[in-house]
């Protein structure tokens, strides 16, 4: 009889356990799934270079990157970007009485379409791209010519990166960036230039 009861218990702890593991597991795959929505805000270093034209310089300064879209599969996600690099801070360039006024003498500001792809979705390396519209910045120029920037032109920009998964929905990312486009000013000036840039800095993003 004591030999029935052990078996009895024994198998009953044994459909607790499956039953405990059956759940864990089934929690874990709703924690796996990708959410819909995609927020990413970055901070890092970049060098901003001039590679023609004699109105840009170069510089190393501050990268600031921000994107704000959703997931379109399982491995593809899409959004708005948002960014600059900015080089020769001051605070002689700063007039708080100028809402379009900033510390760096020069910037570069991306309002870009970006593409990331993730091979194991939500985690680990990933890459992505995207293009759009810059504008660009000159301090100098601008307490000449009163123009609230300088000029503007087109842009692309690669990256490459690795994502962990720190809560449900948080993931901390690093990341590497570089961007090449043209940049034709704005009146009285003329002309254009080509630039380049590069960038490295680490984010908090929700997807």
Known sequence: MAEGMIRGLLLMGSVVVLGVVATGARAADRRELPGKLWGDFGVGVGHLNATSGPTADSGDGAWVDMVVGGRISDHWLLGFNLGAVGIKPSS?????????????????TNV????RY???SDRGWFVGG???RVLYHNH???SVTGNVRSGQGAAGIARIGYDWRVGVRTHFETQFSVEA?????GGPL????????AALSVHVAYH
């Open 190 to 197: 003329t002309g254009s230039f080509s630039f380049s840039a």
């Open 112 to 115: 870009f379409l970006d593409l």
């Open 118 to 120: 993730e091979p194991y």
């Open 140 to 142: 100098a120029l601008e």
């Open 130 to 132: 995207g293009g759009g």
């Open 181 to 185: 486009g043209s940049i034709s000013l």
């Open 92 to 108: 002689s360039n700063f007039n708080r009485y100028d809402s379009y006024s900033s510390i760096y003498g020069e910037a570069v």
